[in-house]
């Protein structure tokens, strides 16, 4: 470990050195979207994303543009109950994680009647401003004068659901709990919302940060397609968030530097490369503009990712790195991943989450739950599990399953339907594809979540996906250690570490004490700094200025990118450095 915490928790893009064009709080913005109105009968329009607090922002608009009429989108959405039977097949029955992706749009949540009546209120104004405000607003008046994106970061607002503070798009569901309004959010709101993203971002006027709500920033539209133009070429990292868990640990708050609190005893979670769900800062002057890091994708998808890359998997981030930590904690967890047909049939993803534990560190007695043992008998071990979890005896995990021992730099594979977990006292670096949350429990250890309330349990999905042959010895072969030596040079060397054939990301590590050469080959990196203080990336074209990472720090290359290197800090000189490096393997 580090002997002083340098992992930057508000990593940014810095775009300019100036924060020309950048507004402060609602004066501010007010006073800039009032300047940029330039005719006597003006449409703004402020598109949101669902979560925002439009109330907060229609508010500050309505003092300072004095519009003539309002059109609240909210007053235009079917009703709850319309919403509600339209989302059944996609949210329906009682599981409290898993829905089924879809093809919804923003416009089916708008009543058709409504939408006429607050178009023919809008086309009697003569004269002023109309604001029509809300997710929606765009498309109730398409021919709008002047835009606005209101955006959100979606760590804060699943935030904002845990406080109560919102519901989903047309429900109503305050005091819902806040995994609920996450469910919906995750299978329809944001889906729909960010189709209606991809075609405004080319076009907005203005992109309002409402992520602090009592600190708002605007910039204008070209500030920001300028700054997702500089992002797209050059090494970057997303803003982290951490979370705490019933089997959550400490490693992170020493190393991370992170508060501990009551409301965060541990810290269980660290997504630091997740462009789904992470922000990307902007950095404008002393100015950092917040916004999700998907817009980045959807700008400038084929840069991003590469051709062969895009071709594959669209305007989806395919790579996720992301931080587990049990150091001092308990056990993850007993689990396992459906299967690639299983989760196109049952939830509508065309792609499921092979994954693997990468340990950044382990204690005396860390380990990694991995497939079956030999003896297994498959019909005992769900007789067992349904047991436990009816209230009978406690599963007893090791009877069944594999504990391997694990230490630092370990790699253990894990393609979807091998049954695996981590034991407490490991620091996993988890590299996975990016289906986002499709895991099913099978034995939590008898623990509650941090609300108190039982953690959901899938045996049934469980049980269809289990791979009932991948079983000691098949494992100890083709998952544990699959180390192999590809090349070398004067101060570097590179190993194969995985993953498995049937998963889609290679990851290879590099051990280096000078400048290590790498070339993105047309596709998206993503590396985290395993092993040294510091490290610098650079172009041999010097195309991009260098850039630093700490330890434990994820980032991004690019495909654009191309050739780059990486070498030692000044304070890791002398010192080796590793790195470990995944990317979508697109050639046999």
């Excluded at 510091?534 to 191309?562: C, D, L, N, R």
Aim: overall charge negative.
């Amino acid at each position: 470990m580090p002997r002083t915490p340098n992992y930057d928790k508000f990593p940014f893009v810095r775009v300019s050195d100036s924060d020309d064009g950048c507004y402060r709080g609602w004066r501010e913005i007010g006073d800039a979207l009032k300047a940029a109105i330039r005719l006597p009968r003006s449409i703004v329009c402020v598109e949101s994303y669902p979560g925002a607090y439009v109330d907060q922002i229609e508010e500050a608009l309505v003092q300072a543009l004095a519009p003539a009429v309002i059109v609240r989108a909210a007053s235009c959405l079917k009703s709850p109950a319309e919403i509600e039977s339209m989302l059944a097949p996609y949210l329906g029955g009682d599981d409290p994680v898993f829905g089924r992706m879809n093809g919804l749009m923003v416009t089916d949540f708008l009543c058709r009647d409504k939408v006429s009546r607050a178009q023919e209120q809008i086309g009697q104004v003569k004269q002023g401003t109309v604001l029509i405000i809300g997710t929606g607003a765009s498309l109730i008046a398409p021919q709008f004068d002047l835009l606005v994106y209101a955006d959100m970061a979606r760590w804060e607002i699943q935030l904002r659901q845990r406080r109560g503070e919102i519901g989903n798009l047309g429900a109503n569901n305050l005091q819902e709990r806040s995994g609920l309004k996450y469910k919906r959010a995750f299978f329809v709101d944001w889906r729909a919302a960010d189709r209606l993203k991809k075609s405004l971002i080319p076009k907005v006027d203005f992109l309002l940060d409402t992520n602090e709500s009592n600190i708002p920033k605007l910039i204008s539209g070209s500030l920001l397609r300028r700054g997702l133009v500089e992002t797209v070429a050059r090494p970057f990292r997303v803003v982290p968030y951490f979370d705490p868990g019933p089997w959550g640990g400490h490693w992170m708050e020493e190393v991370c530097g992170l508060p501990v609190s009551k409301d965060k005893p541990n810290h269980a979670w660290c997504f630091d490369c997740v462009p789904e769900e992470n922000s990307l800062l902007l950095g404008f002057g002393d100015v950092r503009v917040e916004i999700p890091a998907i817009n980045l994708l959807f700008s400038h998808p084929r840069e991003l990712l590469g051709d062969a890359v895009h071709a594959r998997f669209g305007t989806e981030f395919p790579i996720r790195f992301d931080f587990l930590d049990t150091m001092g904690g308990g056990n993850l967890s007993l689990q396992v991943h459906p299967l690639t047909e299983y989760i196109q049939d049952k939830f509508g993803m065309n792609y499921t989450q092979d994954e693997s534990y990468y340990l950044l560190d382990a204690g005396d007695d860390g380990s990694v739950f991995l497939g079956l043992r030999e003896d297994a008998d498959p019909g005992q071990i769900m007789a067992d599990l349904r047991e436990a979890q009816n209230g009978g005896k406690s599963f007893y995990a090791e009877r069944y399953v594999n504990r391997f021992p694990a230490k630092r730099h370990d790699h253990f594979l894990i393609p979807a339907g091998t049954i695996h977990g981590s034991g407490k006292e490991g620091m996993v670096l988890e590299i996975s594809t990016t289906p986002y949350i499709f895991t099913f429990k099978l034995w939590d250890w008898g623990r509650l979540g941090l609300d108190g309330r039982p953690r959901p349990i899938h045996l049934d999905h469980g049980e269809a996906n289990i791979q009932w042959d991948r079983r000691t010895d098949w494992v100890s072969r083709n998952l544990v250690g699959q180390v192999e030596q590809l090349g070398s040079g004067e101060c570097w060397r590179e190993e194969r570490t995985g993953l498995h054939e049937r998963e889609f990301i290679e990851t290879r590590r590099h051990w280096f004490h000078g400048s290590t050469p790498h070339h993105t080959n047309g596709g998206v990196n993503v590396l985290n700094l395993v092993q040294g203080e510091e490290a610098i990336v650079e172009s041999p074209a010097q195309s991009f200025e260098p850039f630093t990472v700490h330890y434990a720090e994820t980032f991004i290359i690019p495909a654009a990118v191309g050739p780059y290197t990486i070498r030692p800090s000044g304070i890791a000189e002398g010192k080796e450095c590793a790195t470990i490096k995944a990317f979508v393997r697109t050639r046999p």
